[in-house]
């Protein structure tokens, strides 16, 4: 019977029995086979050269793709044990290695006396190197459980043996063999050792056995694996790029923000974060104005009454700041949605209001564990450009239509960021009618494709209470933030008995969207700095402008410099001014280790002529312009929130 | 021995032994003698017809000033328990009878089964009024105190007994006497019952002896006197006004702000309050700029450390709102000064960087006890215009006078409401030297003198820290409002181990000025919103314009009305527009009440011509000018800030 295969295209082709996916790979071009290392067979990944059934669908992965990688870091793992196995003989006892994003680590227990540091991860990257070139290649053995667990039990390889018994259901398990080194696996790994073209091990740490702190503490080994030494070499300049954008390293350099043990999780917005943090603020206003947002200002302190009502009493309230107040419990608001029900409450209300839009920038507070608090990405206080809809089934597309033409403002338009889109749809347990759901879902769905925003679906990975899209941003150095989302809810309105009456006379239940844009401003300002790497563009520059004059420093050129310097403040400018004595290098060098987008240097011929030798940052000299069109320019500008990188 | 008094304009005048201030002021003018109630003499107000000293200076308290009010006040009050006695009989006994705040109350214990209610308050008005025609001198003796103690044992008035033996230290006491009523009393007292010429009783309360919850619960009758009919009669006025004003009323009316039992002490600022809010902080931030100061965004919640370091631990916890957080005790900043210090101790800090200008709009929260939480003006939440300037002591005169030019900018020029200022001295406990002290006080009241406002001193009422200027401010209805506050801290800086390296390059502390201009916005917006009565001035109402079309709304009125529409939007002006066919004078009532400050009515003459018939609230009709200059005009007068009341 010869086997047939249905390819990604939906062609379909047939194959002699016994055919594998490297030759399926292989017939349709020698250079594809090259560059493939597992497959998905039916939806199910697995090394290529397993036979194929006699029906299937056949995706073929290639190297540089995301699975691709995934299985060349899995068989890295493999072969940095072996190397270790190697250098420390058989007495070192296995845990578990798998991939993980960007690399891949595995645990292990050394023999008693051996400390592995990172001074030892050159001779094991040698040694996996050397394996490496002899490409091995990697076998599978699917073997009767028993033989397996015999195998562990005589090599010594305890956690093996532990996890053979604990969690293979099987009544067969597989091993796969690369030269010297056995393991325990599932696989899929690369056809032959060679293919993990260029690894590195990165760092030493300890860890649990299965993460749980009632085990015995493992040494685990980190690595990074790819396919070419060009995407290694890269992914190291990624990363040296990352390290010198942290937003915690330029938020100190910078004076943008800090931290203080006293108040952990919280950040410190120092003048010239606070001034990233108001401007941003200030755009995101200016959009609510276009787009009909109302803005509110609200408690924080609310007694339990309302949590309890809302369902976050049981269901949330270990993430809550509780306090007694009144002889009362009270807790800090960790999200707006209980108290804007309360303020559409307040009256009655019709359909004419809606579809109403109720933004919201007051500090929330959430209990995260104190060890996983992180710079301005972890937080435990934090704002967000925070509103909720409240609508008619009718306006739902509406709605959605223009919220993702306000992600598409703010990520394509003025931040130049990429991003793609995640719609999440009716989960098994869920609230609701199935006919609101699937109107919903096709709403969200056409307003994602009206917009032309890309978008893959996560079918049945919405909320209880409605379906929703998230948005994944992608940043100067290529990696995604989940920052923008639009969840609707069809069930808070009902559970806190929200209702207005309709052109009907009947009371209905409104449709609630919650929806932000920047997501915590502390996160996004964190994110913000490492992809502009501290550069703001001009708006959002904490300095704007600095008149630097040129030493020595005449009765003119003062008085010419702190004319300009007040223009560019009556202008609305962020300006700053420098008369000293220093030596003009020594001034600008400053000013460019401040990241300060523009300089106007003035010395005694600009005086006398009116104009500016005009620098910007990174760029340089930009040539010498009137000064009155300098401060137009840079207005224009600012208005116009013109963001390069 | 002839009498020597000194009068305020510093002349000295000779009067034979024995004469009283009454004859002084005789002897001075007869007019004069008929509005003087009682004199101060050497610093202390009496009766002005007791016999003067041998030598003192004698100031005539006139009927219509604060203190003359007080005495008139004091002799209703009499008047009144003299009235109730005639009325309930000898059983009622008496506690006090003080004046108040426009006017005076007396808590008396009337007999078993004897309820006193509002309804009762006419026929006791009735009879303190024949008591007035009456004309009773107010009679004083001074008496053995055991004569006085005997008087009231005997008339069975034990809260006076109580009184007596309680308070009064000296070997005698005073009695006063009018018609058919005595009392235990220090007076000073009207000559006679007639010179209260207006009086009005107001109503009734519970209140506990002495305000001892422990103590008997006694009857609290009010009322209010005054010098003439006509300033009773205004007063009663301005009381029915404050009632219209009442920004709880006008909150509600107009939308602007909510209250919820379940955030007790804590403002919803609905989107029109919201309006408000955030002009007023775009406002002062707008002056900040101008101002050098800088503005920066900061943590709530702050470990115990942080309070221990400050004082506000031991000194201040029962107002803190604590929690438990990562088995430790924190609290909500009840105010910034401490997190600023955190700021200031960052790094390093160079004369150079001084004074250094610190302003924050964070939420603060005070345990303020529920039972006097009010509206806006008591809150447990709020957030202040509130600033730290570290400067050092030679700074402190310019940084004052700044903060008073400041204080001018906002009262006089923009909300055109007049203050008066309040200098608070050193102390008897203080910290730091007292020459420090001296030349505070002296910048401080330079500061005063040279921006011409008028101030009084409260000699010794500085804090231990350092001394302030309070500054009173009045409004429309005549009411004062302390609000704008600045204060010297001598001490802080110290107590946190804040310091700068000097030019001698030694470390010095800085001096800290804590200053707010508006306090408060939840109770300044209370204010405001009272002051104008809701018709907030053009920059800060919360619709600038509404554009009303003339019914039938045809086609080309419609479009014509939503251009203009447009226009007031994209010239960033708060619009709204109606397009109803509902009747015109129905449709301008409506804006009437909600107090928009302007219309632009248009119906076919106008969209014909490019023209609006404006009106302006309660104005009425203004005219017919062209679109583009209604926009202009609005957007000229936001610019300015002009206010009108």
Same mark, same amino acid.
């Given at each position: 019977m010869p086997v047939k295969v249905t390819l990604p295209d939906g062609s379909v082709k047939e194959y002699p029995d016994g055919t594998n996916a490297l030759q399926v790979a292989e017939s349709i071009s020698k250079g594809l086979a090259k560059v493939v290392v597992a497959a998905k067979v039916n939806g199910e990944i697995m090394d290529f050269h397993r036979p194929l059934p006699q029906e299937c669908t056949v995706l073929l992965i290639k190297e540089d793709s995301p699975e691709g990688l995934d299985v060349i870091r899995h068989s890295a793992a493999h072969i940095m044990a072996g190397a270790v196995k190697r250098i420390y003989g058989d007495k070192v006892k296995f845990g578990y290695g798998p991939p993980v994003e960007d690399g891949f680590y595995y645990d292990m227990e050394f023999p008693e006396g051996t400390k592995i540091s990172e001074d030892d991860l050159g001779k094991i990257e040698a040694e996996c190197k050397k394996i490496i070139e002899s490409n091995f290649p990697f076998e599978r053995k699917d073997l009767p459980k028993d033989e397996v667990l015999g195998l562990m039990q005589k090599t010594g390889q305890g956690y093996k043996v532990q996890t053979i018994t604990?969690?293979?259901?099987?009544?067969t398990a597989s091993i796969y063999t690369d030269g010297d080194f056995t393991d325990l696996c599932e696989g899929p790994h690369v056809?032959?050792? %060679?293919? +993990?073209?260029a690894i590195k091990l990165t760092k030493v740490t300890g860890a649990y056995w299965k993460g749980d702190q009632k085990n015995a503490m493992l040494t685990r080994l980190y690595g990074t694996a790819w396919h070419s030494q060009k995407a290694l070499d890269d992914y190291i300049k990624r990363l040296d790029e990352a390290k010198k954008r942290d937003h915690r390293k330029l938020g100190q350099e910078l004076e943008l923000f800090m931290f203080h043990e006293w108040s952990? %999780?919280? +950040?410190?917005?120092m003048p010239k974060g606070a001034v990233v943090y108001n401007e941003l603020m200030s755009f995101i206003r200016e959009e609510y104005r276009k787009r009909g947002f109302q803005e509110v200002v609200t408690p924080q302190l609310y007694n339990k009454g309302l949590w309890q009502l809302s369902g976050h009493w049981d269901h949330y309230q270990e993430n809550m700041f509780l306090l007694d107040i009144d002889e009362d419990k009270f807790s800090l608001k960790p999200m707006n949605c209980p108290s804007h029900v309360l303020m559409f409450k307040h009256r009655t209300r019709s359909y004419r209001e809606l579809p109403l839009r109720i933004a919201d920038f007051c500090p929330l507070h959430r209990n995260e564990v104190?060890?996983?608090?992180?710079?301005?990405?972890?937080?435990?206080k934090f704002e967000q450009d925070d509103a909720h809809i409240f609508c008619t089934e009718a306006q739902i597309g509406q709605e959605i239509a223009g919220q993702i033409e306000f992600v598409n403002r703010v990520?394509?338009?003025?931040?130049k960021m990429p991003f793609q889109a995640k719609l999440s749809t009716r989960p098994e347990k869920f609230l609701g009618k199935i006919e609101t759901w699937n109107a919903a879902e096709a709403a969200l769905e056409k307003a994602l494709k009206d917009n032309k925003v890309s978008y893959t679906i996560n079918a049945g990975d919405g909320a209880f209470y409605g379906p929703k899209i998230d948005f994944d941003i992608k940043d100067a150095l290529g990696r995604n933030w989940q920052l923008a989302t639009i969840q609707l809810d069809f069930q808070l309105p009902v559970r806190m008995g929200a209702e207005y009456e309709g052109q009907d006379g009947q009371r209905h239940h409104p449709v609630m969207i919650h929806r932000a844009i920047l997501g915590s401003l502390e996160r996004f300002i964190g994110v913000l700095t490492e992809h502009y790497g501290g550069v703001f563009p001009l708006w959002l520059a904490p300095v704007q402008a600095s008149v630097v004059a040129v030493s020595p420093v005449s009765d003119e050129i003062a008085a010419y410099a702190k004319q300009l310097h007040q223009k560019l403040l009556d202008a609305g400018l962020r300006s700053e001014i420098d008369l000293s004595e220093d030596n003009i290098s020594a001034k600008i060098k400053a000013r460019e280790l401040q990241k300060i987008p523009f300089m106007a240097v003035v010395g005694a011929k600009e005086a006398a002529a009116g104009t500016v030798a005009v620098r910007e940052h990174k760029k340089g000299n930009r040539g010498v312009i009137a000064a009155d069109d300098f401060v137009s320019n840079l207005r224009r500008d600012v208005a116009a929130r013109t963001s390069t990188i």
């Open positions: 604990e969690n293979i259901k099987d009544p056809p032959a050792t %060679g293919r +993990v073209k952990p %999780g919280a +950040v410190f917005f104190k060890g996983v608090l992180s710079g301005m990405t972890r937080v435990r990520y394509n338009e003025v931040f």
